[in-house]
Structure formats: structure tokens, C-alpha cells
């Protein structure tokens, strides 16, 4: 069995409509987060268009430091040494998928969940926009999370800074 298999999520019918279910795999990622996060992420799931998964939780500071060592974090202060980050992975069928144009539609469905919780969240392909500093709310952006990803990287290429792209990425605002 292929390893990403692991995560991927089973389907449901709903009202004449598909619906995603969490796996007990990324159920378990979940433990240790913030409940108020694991709330948006179970939420989540049922609004959202794109199939995810949830691959990365809480962190441990080994973890961590690995994870930097290879170049896949620029910090030790991650949010998900704290329990207050989650990553989630996309899925198109059976299949894990990095295409970026898949997480703006899960961004799109956990900031539906965000409103619905009630807490914010800030997402790792749209930082900060013209309009708000990092941490972006993704609650108050006017429009689709594709539009407000197009604003992060206008806001950095004005800056003439790289804009640094963590799709899978959400944390809490606190
Ligand atoms: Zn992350």
C-alpha cells in the first residue's frame, strides 16, 4: 500500500452530495492541537471542494529542528511547537497533491470553518495583503483565498522580497 493511502480520507453522501470525512490517521495528527483549531479543521471538511488530509499537527523541537536542518522551515518558533498550527494536505482522488491552486480552495473552506468557530486563522500562501500585517485573518478577506494569495505575492514583489509560499500551512491567531 502506498504510504499517502494512510491519510487518505473515505466519502460520504450527504444530502446528494459528496462529502469529505477525516481519516482516523489525520484524526490522530490532531491531537495535541488547540481544540479551537481541531474545531476549524473539522469543519473544515465539510465545506470544502478539494480533499484534504491532515499530515502535520503538533510539533516536537527535535522535529522541528530536523525539519529546518533539510530547509523545509525557516524557524524554531513555529507555531506548531505550541499545538497552534496544523498542515493539511490536498488530495484528488486517492492521490496527495502539491498544486498550489488545490490550497486555495481548502483555504477557502477553512475560512468558511474559521467564521463558523469563530477564531482566527492566518494561512501560509497569503501572510499579509496591502490591506493587513501578518497575521492575515483569513476571516476578514473580502473575496477568494486565490484572490488573496495574488495579493501576498503583489505585496512581497513590491517589497522586492520573495513571497514565501506554505500552502498547506493554517495557524491560530491568539
Ligand atoms: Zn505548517
Known amino acids: 500500500m502506498d504510504v499517502r493511502d494512510l491519510w487518505k480520507n473515505t466519502y460520504e453522501w450527504k444530502g446528494g452530495v459528496m462529502s469529505f470525512k477525516l481519516s482516523q490517521r489525520s484524526l490522530d495528527k490532531l491531537e495535541g492541537v488547540d481544540e479551537r483549531l481541531q474545531a476549524i479543521v473539522k469543519t473544515a471538511i465539510h ?24 530547509g523545509a522551515s525557516k524557524t524554531l518558533k513555529s507555531k506548531h511547537l505550541d499545538g497552534l498550527a496544523v498542515d493539511l494536505m490536498a488530495y484528488v482522488g486517492s492521490r496527495a497533491s502539491w498544486e498550489l491552486n488545490l490550497y486555495d480552495d481548502i483555504a477557502d473552506a477553512v475560512a468558511q470553518a474559521a467564521r463558523d468557530v469563530g477564531v482566527g486563522v492566518c494561512w501560509g500562501a497569503a501572510w499579509a495583503t496591502p ?42 491567531i491568539t
Open 47 to 70: 465545506h470544502t471542494k478539494v480533499d484534504f488530509g491532515c499530515i502535520c499537527g503538533r510539533r516536537s523541537l527535535e522535529e522541528q529542528r530536523m525539519l529546518v536542518k533539510k
Open 131 to 172: 490591506y493587513q500585517a501578518y497575521p492575515m485573518d483569513i476571516r476578514d478577506w473580502k473575496g477568494t483565498m486565490e484572490n488573496a494569495m495574488n495579493a501576498y505575492i503583489d505585496l512581497r514583489r513590491s517589497q522586492n522580497r520573495r513571497p514565501f509560499m506554505d500552502g498547506p500551512h493554517f495557524e491560530l
